[in-house]
């Protein structure tokens, strides 16, 4: 099984004004942060991702609801739950991931290491496996 890599968010408690959360690049996750988005009004149950990136490093937070993630370096899987504001998962690159939202309302953040470029994206599961292959034999 893949060792999923976590990364405590500080998280404050601002008693009867709820919870704040803030990381800074470099200095809390390994990566300079370059872009941020996040995923929301996702039916429940619906399935997301299915792609894997050549360069690009993430960092994926769900600070609401309840979302499976499922890991895949093409050898070994994990499957993991993020459902709090002060766990991050780290989707580093070559690795295929699968996102489940399991409850409705649920959001997902994502912190990047790099701007958009859809030439980054591995969409095909089978040419993953190939590149993964290509890459154990150098
Ligand atoms: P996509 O990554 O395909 O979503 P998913 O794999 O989760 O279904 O992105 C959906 C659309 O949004 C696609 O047309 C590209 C666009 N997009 C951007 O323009 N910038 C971004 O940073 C992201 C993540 C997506």
Redesign the pocket.
Known sequence: MIEPRFVNIKTVETPGKGKLSFFEGIHDIPFEIK?V?Y?TGVPQNME????AHHELDQLLICPNGEIEITLDNGQERADVILSSPDKGLLVEKMIWHDMKWLKKESILLVVASDY?DENDYIRSYDEFISICKMENKE
Not at 48 to 51: C, F, I, L, V
């Open positions: 872009r988005y995923i997301r991702g299915a792609h958009y």
